[in-house]
């Protein structure tokens, strides 16, 4: 059986709609077998449904300040769907080290940047400004501390002459298109490979 994975988002699902699109192959090693938004109004959300994959919104606002209850809601969700991968997907909320920890080492993250260059928001905006040549998108594994954790892997795109924020975000937004899916598939195929190779 394929391994499970749950896709958190907030908004537009992008890549959340690549990551469905790749596994529909029959040789992709992943099932998207869940996505849960914090927005019930998120397009995400309608698109997953149309696709026949079980679709979700935990809403923060119910658990007022309490983020980790917030978490804890999401989480039971996962659970209860079986899953044993998280792939965050323009998810717009920071996680608290619950949600962290409970998935450490299982939960991905993609973050429109090379890291370690430019955590958090407007990435390209701050390329654009630091005159970068070179640009692009990481997928990485989630730690406590924000656009952190072990890479997994990147693409890079050119910055162009004329280039503002719109061109360079649909440039770099491209290659996440392509980087998610493939990056997911590699991991997930790794984390069945036997942990160590009997010796004759
Ligand atoms: C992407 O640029 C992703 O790298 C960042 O948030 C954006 C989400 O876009 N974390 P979408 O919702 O996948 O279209």
Redesign the pocket.
């Known amino acids: 059986m394929k391994p499970r994975v749950a896709v958190l988002?907030?908004?537009?699902?992008?890549?959340?709609t690549a990551l469905i699109t790749a596994a529909r192959a029959p040789d992709y090693p992943a099932e998207i077998a869940l996505v849960i938004s914090d927005k019930p109004a998120a397009p995400?959300l309608g698109f997953a449904a149309a696709e026949g994959i079980a679709a979700q919104a935990v809403p923060a606002a119910a658990f007022g300040r309490d983020r980790a209850a917030h978490e804890r809601a999401i989480d039971a969700v996962f659970v209860a769907h079986g899953i044993e991968v998280v792939c965050?997907?323009?998810?717009?909320r920071i996680l608290t080290p619950y949600l962290v920890g409970r998935w450490a080492g299982r939960m991905l993250?993609?973050?429109?940047s090379l890291l370690p260059k430019y955590p958090g928001l407007d990435t390209h905006a701050r390329a654009l400004a630091a005159g970068e040549a070179e640009h692009g998108?990481t997928v990485h594994l989630v730690t406590a501390v924000l656009d952190d954790g072990p890479i997994l892997g990147q693409a890079s795109v050119p910055v162009l002459p004329g280039d503002d924020e719109p061109t360079l975000?649909a440039r770099?937004?491209a290659q996440?298109h392509i980087l998610f899916p493939a990056t997911l598939a590699a991991f997930v195929r790794q984390m069945h490979l036997p942990e160590s190779t009997p010796t004759p």
Not at 9 to 16: A, Q
Not at 88 to 92: C, D, F, S, T, V
Not at 109 to 112: A, E, G, L, T, V
């Open positions: 988002c907030s908004g537009r699902g992008s890549n959340m995400a965050l997907a323009g998810y717009m993250n993609i973050h429109p998108c975000a770099v937004l996440e």
